[in-house]
């Protein structure tokens, strides 16, 4: 079936300003997780969700971020009094608790610029 | 606290050689290790996943092997061509959560 994807592919905004990424994850996949990554650098984790409810959210740099899945599907990852700082490409992925593996496939990213 | 490591940074070869690329983890209980490729601009390609109970794991050209013990992964690419440029990403998985990543190796090959 279809892959992960992510919306919008670019966002720019400005300084102060609240933007919402969306991640469609891979069909019947319970897991899923968001990621950072700046430039030059691996991707860092940010939120972990096993159906609705974050597993673990220990990746968040600070209150401004939050993120939901309300209905165990798509996920929403959302940023307030965006900083120049958060410019980065913000990478979603989805895993089947049902595959051993635990295998995580990835979106294509929303690069989002703060000016 | 998990750290992985890649080295080296940067890998320019000429066209038709073999290659290892190393990547070293600071914890040895994980659960899995997987590679990845990135081309510019683009979201991470899964190339190989390899469990904490195998050895090694082989696709076409690419075979990545995993010593836990003492925390290594190489990744090997056979008769690399210009295609293969990119960067490959290793990262680990300690408890079937949150992958750790490493920095990247970013590989040029000349035609």
């Known amino acids: 079936g279809a892959g992960v994807s992510q919306t919008p592919s670019n966002k720019v905004t400005e300084k102060g300003k609240y933007v919402e990424l969306r991640c469609d994850p891979i069909?019947?996949?319970?897991?899923l997780y968001w990621y950072r990554q700046s430039l030059g650098q691996g991707p860092e984790f940010l939120i972990y969700f096993q159906g609705t409810g974050a597993a673990d959210d220990s990746g968040l740099p600070n209150d401004r971020f939050f993120a939901v899945r309300p209905e165990g599907s798509v996920s929403t990852l959302k940023i307030q009094r965006t900083e120049r700082g958060d410019s980065a490409v913000y990478l979603c992925?989805?895993?089947?608790?049902?595959?051993?593996?635990?295998?995580?496939?990835f979106g294509p990213g929303t690069r989002l610029t703060v000016t | 606290k998990q750290e992985v490591t890649q080295i080296p940074a940067a890998l320019s070869v000429p066209e038709g050689e073999n290659l290892v690329l190393n990547c070293s983890f600071t914890d040895s209980a994980i659960y899995n290790l997987q590679w990845f490729r990135q081309d510019p601009g683009k979201g991470l390609t899964s190339l190989l996943l390899i469990q904490s109970s195998q050895r090694e794991q082989t696709s076409g050209r690419l075979n990545a092997s995993l010593d836990k013990s003492s925390g290594r992964s190489t990744l090997y690419i056979a008769a690399s061509q210009p295609g293969d440029s990119a960067t490959y990403l290793c990262?680990?998985?300690?408890?079937?959560?949150?992958?750790?990543f490493g920095q990247g190796t970013e590989l040029s090959v000349k035609p």
């Open positions: 992925a989805s895993s089947s608790q049902r595959e051993a593996s635990y295998e995580q496939y």
């Open positions: 990262a680990v998985n300690n408890q079937g959560g949150k992958l750790i």
């Open positions: 069909s019947g996949h319970t897991a």
